[in-house]
């Protein structure tokens, strides 16, 4: 179930906020500029589908998107329990960063956790199955994907570099809760 915890950036024991209402969780989102949707697909799709099976599944939502944001490249990345690097690319990502453009993930299958440094707050959305979410431009975070990843997700962008990560230093990150 999709979830939202708010935390102070002093008091990473203490939430301060919590629901698993995908409503309520969209509209706090919004609150801070972030987009939170939940789509469902046309089709029938398995942790086997390929690429192509997957963006025609969402392929209204994902050009609806395109037109929308300006995006003009997708792609699908898939990360199994069995991945050899699964360690070294979960923390990749835990170190806290910004992008130069919105960050957009949508969850076909499986889950992750984004970690958003808003001011004096830390925005924790656990994404899953049919969630998508879009951290805007320039806004600190970090992203984990659990000891035993398994998830598939649809990226986009609006550059061809795709994934580039500008890390801030900071060390908030590791003071707060992350999946197992």
Not at 54 to 71: S, T
Request: net charge negative.
């Amino acid at each position: 179930m999709s979830s939202l915890r708010i935390f102070s950036v002093n008091q990473p024991q203490d939430v301060r906020f919590h629901s698993d209402d995908a409503a309520v969780i969209a509209e706090k989102l919004q609150q801070k500029g972030v987009r939170f949707e939940q789509w469902q697909a046309a089709a029938t799709i398995s942790a086997s589908s390929s690429a192509e099976q997957v963006m025609n599944a969402y392929a209204a939502d994902i050009n609806r998107l395109k037109q929308q944001q300006g995006y003009f490249t997708v792609d699908v990345i898939s990360l199994s329990p069995t991945h050899p690097d699964k360690a070294a690319l979960r923390q990749k990502f835990l170190d806290e960063h910004i992008h130069t453009e919105d960050e957009v993930r949508f969850f076909v299958r499986g889950q992750g956790l984004f970690c958003l440094h808003l001011g004096d707050e830390v925005y924790q959305v656990l994404c899953q199955q049919n969630d998508l979410i879009s951290v805007p431009a320039n806004t600190p975070h970090w992203f984990d994907m659990g000891t035993e990843p398994d998830f598939t997700a649809i990226r986009l962008f609006n550059n061809t570099e795709g994934w580039v990560a500008h890390f801030t230093g900071a060390t908030l990150s590791r003071q707060f809760p992350l999946l197992s």
